[in-house]
């Protein structure tokens, strides 16, 4: 019994399968970037204004100063007697309840203030977190730290 043959390829026909589709993505990158070259003209031509519609009419509301610079707000966590006090820019507070209340206005009129917490070292750590995860729940956008300056040894 004799095996048929195949009959043989010509090696011309064996080329990469990818190449018609290279082909056309190429031909579509062309495409697509001679169909938008011409878009941008539009961008460029004068409007003239001449301010006769309703919502030029409107008043404008007045702009804010553009030097206004936030106010820096300091809290502060000194050991007490019965816990720790807590100063909101060298104000007394009663307790945690009331610095939230006041940094919940705070935030709620400006969430741009800087925020510097000035915590003592006698201050547990657990105390310390919760007021600094209370400024960042309140979305206030700047908070730093206040250190005390060492003494540089001579």
Known sequence: MEIPVRPRRDASQDGDPMTPMIDVV??????????SVGG?????????????????????PAEQAADWEHPAIQIRMEPGPTGPKILLDNQLLP???????????LAAADA????????????QVQQFIHVYDLC???????????????????
């Open 26 to 35: 190429f031909l579509l990158l062309v495409f697509f970037i001679c169909a």
């Open 40 to 60: 941008t003209a539009d961008h460029l031509l004068p409007a003239e204004l001449n301010g006769t519609t309703e919502s030029s009419q409107a008043e404008r």
């Open 95 to 105: 307790d945690s309840e009331a610095l939230t209340e006041r940094l919940t206005l």
């Open 112 to 123: 741009e203030s800087k925020i510097i917490l000035n915590i003592q070292d006698e201050i």
């Open 136 to 154: 960042q729940s309140l979305k206030f956008q700047n908070i730093s730290f206040a250190v005390a300056a060492r003494d540089e040894p001579k």
